[in-house]
């Protein structure tokens, strides 16, 4: 059964930073082969977006227009995880964090951002930004 397991989160001041990361149980074959990982968010009340998402196979990292450009994507197979390089944080982003994983090899532009693409999630970390 794979599990994912977040972390990183906390409570920082606008335009700080945060690294979240997520580690991948359960799935031995998960360095010699790609996914599709992403990171999600959810406020309270609302669905959870799409953040950002990566093969982790290698090829396009995908990102929300609301995370260009101060957000980054990473992965590293060897660790079984992903990373979520947040800076120039703003209080909007305070939200509840989520890694997912598909069983997919790759992450596809028109669907990467939907929940109904992943076959595992995470617990979730919480974010909190402070103005």
């Known amino acids: 059964q794979v599990q994912l397991v977040e972390s990183g989160g906390g409570s920082v001041q606008s335009g700080g930073s945060l690294r979240l990361s997520c580690v991948v149980y359960?799935?031995?074959?998960?360095?010699?082969?790609?996914?599709?990982m992403a990171w999600f968010r959810q406020f309270p009340g609302k669905e959870r977006e799409g953040v950002a998402a990566?093969?982790?196979?290698?090829?396009?990292?995908y990102y929300a227009d609301f995370v260009k450009g101060r957000f980054t994507i990473s992965q590293d197979s060897a660790k079984n995880s992903v990373f979520l390089q947040m800076n120039s944080l703003k209080p909007e982003d305070t939200a509840m964090y989520y890694c997912?994983?598909?069983?997919?090899?790759?992450?596809?532009?028109?669907?990467?951002?939907?929940?109904?693409?992943?076959?595992?999630w995470g617990q979730g970390t919480q974010v909190t930004v402070s103005s």
């Open positions: 997912a994983f598909d069983w997919s090899p790759r992450c596809f532009s028109v669907s990467w951002f939907t929940i109904e693409e992943y076959n595992y």
């Open positions: 359960g799935y031995t074959g998960y360095s010699g082969s790609s996914h599709c």
């Open positions: 990566i093969p982790t196979g290698g090829g396009t990292a």
